[in-house]
């Protein structure tokens, strides 16, 4: 085993930003929790051990530690472990020299009573990176946890160059294997996807909407596996260790099938479900021959979902035989026994045996039937794993396939030579026999047996609904309908851009056989592009598409009161309609009615003497009802009521809120013998 000293490298956190992003119920919601405790509330952790290894912000004292007193739990849980305390040795208490912030923020993702995923561990284990590297993972020390959380990351360098990159995966893909550990680690906060972010055995963590690797790997794998919610992998990172280590103990609880335990504990299992139970967002797609989005990998985390295909069952494959190596693997049109449910996975051995002394390919078929439902066609998402093995430069290379039983034709398929993880997803599949296979290709080969893990779900599919319209109803609502024709959704959900191609995000999703909705969030003279799908679960239907520009204020503003959005006759900006002196365009920036004669409208003026450094100044205050959109508010300065003049040498900016405008003159009142004040609206 290779120790590698500190010499050797230098760690740094993902991204240090002065300002943490503390978990919200909002993250929680998105990556499927509170669906989970809604069915599993007693999936809390409770008998988990669970870790995390962080980078140091400053050295003279290491300041690597989250206080406790944060996170709801007892003190006595936290183990703090680093150079001066190594592990495996008497636990060195919290100690607030050593605190850090980076550290506190990813721990209330992690394991905290009302912001974690995990709220009852049986004990939190606080690594330092460095001592970590040496004392742990170098010298193969086994920890008590089999759930790792590692947010930061190796920054390479001249001192750290790729082959001690490669020596550092190794390193951790060996332990994996040695002591079946599963690291969840962040991938970095730029492009790079530096170690061991790039480990072959670990599962690695981007982000949504912030930038992350999205690069392949030196030898051209595809990182990370999952993102996860938030805005920095840092702090994305914890949500799926978390769910990890619930998996975990609904393993040993046998959720997954009654003496599944061992099999369901196996940390390839627990990866290969969090990957498969993974949402694909709005715009998710893949470069031809890749199985994973460049940046989002499988999807977005949904601990819920990975668990009801944890539920779903061991599956044993159908068929498991030996072909002639290179041969293609189609299934035999004949089938014994059909896997039992449409959710589920298995854990197996694949074994490149002889065939009249010849190795072959080894090849596990999966036969399932979709029953003919109302909504007609399924998706899939299917996903296999398998670990490098110890000290191996390369892998064994499985492939992946599914099949239309009856003809033989692949339907979908995901063969990389080079990654450890291959899945499959494939939607519109219609009713029918399909066939889920594994091949190990004997002439491709690191060893004759592999071990790997499989997760699939094969879900309804909803029918798109039809006729999507958006209208606009006034300056800050649009009306959304459209039919539905479906009858097996749970609900509709609807996404808004203000961009036709990019930045969808979710507005809202309603109840099934509701056909209707008025955005009431707009703003004024905006295009707003809506998406529409039919939702079973998470399973969504193809996107309908609408668009609505919501009006003008000032043209909804004449439409409701002079009934002509359009700027003439009584509704012109120059008019006043009630006589009261004040023009529409005034009465419409002040807030005032501009049907009712008023001497001084709702939008009052108010001069004050305010004294600065003993010297006098006057100040103009304005009250408005709201910030009016589309038009500009100027005071100008005149001496002879003639010349007006505006800007920095006439009055100073003292506030501009939504309900006040306040000003001051920018000479002491000592030095001016007369001034006059004006407000000028102008339409932008």
């Given at each position: 085993m290779c120790v590698l000293g500190k010499q050797l490298l230098w760690l740094s956190c993902l991204m240090l930003v002065l300002f943490p992003q503390w978990t919200s119920a909002g993250e929680l919601d998105e990556m499927g929790y509170s669906e989970l405790m809604a069915r599993q509330p007693a999936l809390d952790g409770s008998g988990e051990t669970v870790a995390m290894v962080e980078a140091m912000l400053s050295t003279d004292p290491p300041t690597y530690q989250p206080n406790p007193a944060s996170t709801g739990l007892t003190t006595e849980l936290f183990k703090y472990y680093d150079d001066d305390n190594p592990y495996p040795g008497v636990n060195d208490g919290y100690n607030s020299a050593k605190y850090s912030w980076h550290a506190n923020a990813v721990v209330q993702a992690y394991c905290d009573t009302s912001t974690g995923v995990v709220k009852n561990p049986a004990s939190v284990e606080v690594f330092e990176a460095n001592s970590f590297i040496n004392s742990v993972v170098g010298n193969g020390t086994a920890i008590n946890s089999s759930v790792v959380n590692q947010s930061f990351i190796f920054t390479l360098?001249?001192?750290?160059?790729?082959?001690?990159?490669?020596?550092?995966?190794?390193?951790?893909?060996?332990?994996?294997?040695?002591?079946?550990?599963?690291?969840?680690?962040?991938?970095?906060?730029?492009?790079?996807?530096?170690?061991?972010?790039?480990?072959?055995?670990?599962?690695?963590?981007?982000?949504?909407?912030?930038?992350?690797?999205?690069?392949?790997?030196?030898?051209?794998?595809?990182?990370?596996?999952?993102?996860?919610?938030?805005?920095?992998?840092?702090?994305?990172?914890?949500?799926?260790?978390?769910?990890?280590?619930?998996?975990?103990?609904?393993?040993?609880?046998?959720?997954?099938?009654?003496?599944?335990?061992?099999?369901?504990?196996?940390?390839?299992?627990?990866?290969?479900?969090?990957?498969?139970?993974?949402?694909?967002?709005?715009?998710?797609s893949r470069l031809a021959g890749e199985?994973?989005?460049?940046?989002?990998?499988?999807?977005?985390?949904?601990?819920?979902?990975?668990?009801?295909?944890?539920?779903?069952?061991?599956?044993?494959?159908?068929?498991?035989?030996?072909?002639?190596?290179?041969?293609?693997?189609?299934?035999?049109?004949?089938?014994?026994?059909?896997?039992?449910?449409?959710?589920?996975?298995?854990?197996?051995?694949?074994?490149?045996?002889?065939?009249?002394?010849?190795?072959?390919?080894?090849?596990?078929?999966?036969?399932?039937?979709?029953?003919?439902?109302?909504?007609?066609?399924?998706?899939?998402?299917?996903?296999?794993?398998?670990?490098?093995?110890?000290?191996?430069?390369?892998?064994?290379?499985?492939?992946?396939?599914?099949?239309?039983?009856?003809?033989?034709?692949?339907?979908?398929?995901?063969?990389?030579?080079?990654?450890?993880?291959?899945?499959?997803?494939?939607?519109?599949l219609p009713a029918g026999d399909y066939v889920l296979t594994v091949t190990k290709l004997a002439n491709d080969r690191e060893s004759v047996s592999q071990d790997y893990a499989l997760a699939y779900a094969f879900e309804e599919q909803p029918v798109a609904p039809s006729d999507f319209l958006a209208e606009m109803l006034s300056d800050r609502e649009i009306s959304l309908s459209w039919m539905d024709v479906s009858s097996n959704e749970t609900g509709y959900r609807i996404l808004r851009s203000t961009s036709s191609s990019s930045g969808f995000t979710e507005l809202t999703t309603v109840a099934a056989d509701v056909v209707s909705y008025i955005d009431s969030s707009a703003s004024p003279d905006t295009t707003y592009y809506y998406k529409l799908a039919s939702v079973i679960g998470r399973a969504a239907s193809d996107d309908l598409q609408a668009n609505a520009t919501t009006m003008k204020e000032l043209d909804y503003w004449r439409l409701v009161n002079f009934g002509d959005s359009q700027p003439a006759g009584n509704s012109a900006d120059e008019a006043d309609y009630d006589g009261d002196g004040w023009s529409n365009l005034l009465e419409f920036a002040l807030g005032s009615d501009p049907l009712a004669s008023s001497d001084f409208p709702a939008g009052n003026f108010s001069l004050a003497m305010e004294e600065i450094d003993s010297s006098e100044y006057l100040t103009l205050s304005i009250s408005r009802a709201a910030l009016r959109t589309g038009i500009s508010y100027q005071v100008e300065v005149s001496d002879n009521l003639e010349d007006w003049n505006s800007g920095e040498a006439y009055t100073v900016g003292l506030e501009d809120s939504e309900t006040l405008l306040k000003v001051r003159l920018a000479e002491t009142l000592g030095t001016v013998d007369k001034r006059f004040l004006r407000l000028k609206v102008a339409v932008d």
């Open positions: 360098s001249e001192q750290l160059p790729q082959t001690t990159s490669d020596a550092i995966n190794s390193v951790y893909d060996n332990y994996t294997l040695n002591h079946d550990i599963l690291f969840v680690s962040g991938v970095d906060n730029n492009s790079a996807t530096p170690a061991s972010a790039e480990s072959y055995n670990g599962l690695h963590v981007g982000v949504l909407t912030a930038t992350s690797s999205n690069q392949l790997t030196v030898d051209g794998r595809l990182k990370p596996e999952i993102i996860s919610p938030g805005d920095r992998t840092s702090y994305a990172t914890p949500y799926a260790s978390g769910s990890a280590a619930l998996l975990m103990q609904a393993a040993k609880l046998n959720h997954g099938g009654e003496g599944t335990s061992a099999d369901a504990q196996q940390t390839v299992v627990v990866k290969t479900l969090l990957v498969n139970g993974a949402v694909k967002p709005d715009g998710w199985s994973l989005a460049r940046k989002w990998g499988a999807g977005m985390l949904d601990v819920n979902r990975s668990h009801l295909q944890l539920q779903g069952g061991q599956q044993a494959a159908s068929v498991a035989e030996l072909i002639t190596a290179g041969s293609a693997p189609v299934p035999a049109p004949e089938v014994g026994v059909r896997v039992a449910s449409l959710v589920g996975w298995n854990y197996a051995t694949l074994s490149n045996d002889r065939v009249l002394g010849i190795r072959g390919d080894s090849v596990h078929h999966y036969y399932f039937t979709l029953p003919d439902v109302a909504s007609a066609n399924y998706q899939l998402t299917s996903s296999i794993s398998w670990n490098r093995l110890a000290n191996d430069t390369g892998i064994n290379n499985l492939d992946f396939y599914l099949y239309e039983r009856s003809s033989g034709n692949v339907v979908a398929s995901s063969t990389s030579s080079v990654d450890n993880l291959e899945h499959i997803y494939q939607r519109d």
